[in-house]
């Protein structure tokens, strides 16, 4: 088992679920918090966006981190971003059971709402997005549909 299956299985646990939604489907609150959790296996919140920055995602990791209107990004820009099948996005999506254009294109839709409400004054918080209790909550409420 590789460190991001541990990361992302300890958030399911963290968020008191199997790894599934209500839906049945993946449940992306802990999916996600395993992404953006303190010792996550990229390095956080701050390692995932220096990681889509590199991939060319700069411009709209900024608009999400800032006060003002988040940039809309494409399952396939984060895909590039996130090393497509064999990179993040793949690991994600083979955990989530889905294909890697649907992980995108989830992560697509709920990455620039996180970051946002992540980082409320426009600056990414000095102690990273915290552990995968202080995200679990807040992703769960805004995430849960």
Do not use: C, F, K, Y
């Amino acid at each position: 088992m590789g460190l991001l299956d541990q990361v992302l299985g300890a958030a399911t646990q963290a968020l008191g679920g199997q790894g599934q939604g209500q839906s049945g489907g993946p449940d992306w609150p802990a999916l996600i918090a395993g992404l953006l959790a303190n010792g996550s296996g990229q390095g956080g919140l701050a390692g995932l966006l220096q990681q889509l920055q590199a991939g060319g995602l700069g411009e709209h990791v900024q608009s999400w981190i800032s006060t003002g209107t988040n940039l809309p990004v494409s399952g396939s820009q984060l895909g590039s971003a996130l090393g497509g099948a064999g990179g993040l996005l793949g690991q994600l999506a083979q955990q989530a059971g889905v294909s890697h254009a649907e992980a995108g294109e989830q992560l697509s839709q709920l990455l620039p709402q996180i970051i946002d409400r992540l980082t409320p004054q426009g600056q990414l918080p000095q102690g990273g997005a915290g552990g995968l209790g202080d995200i679990a909550g807040m992703l769960g409420g805004l995430l849960n549909r």
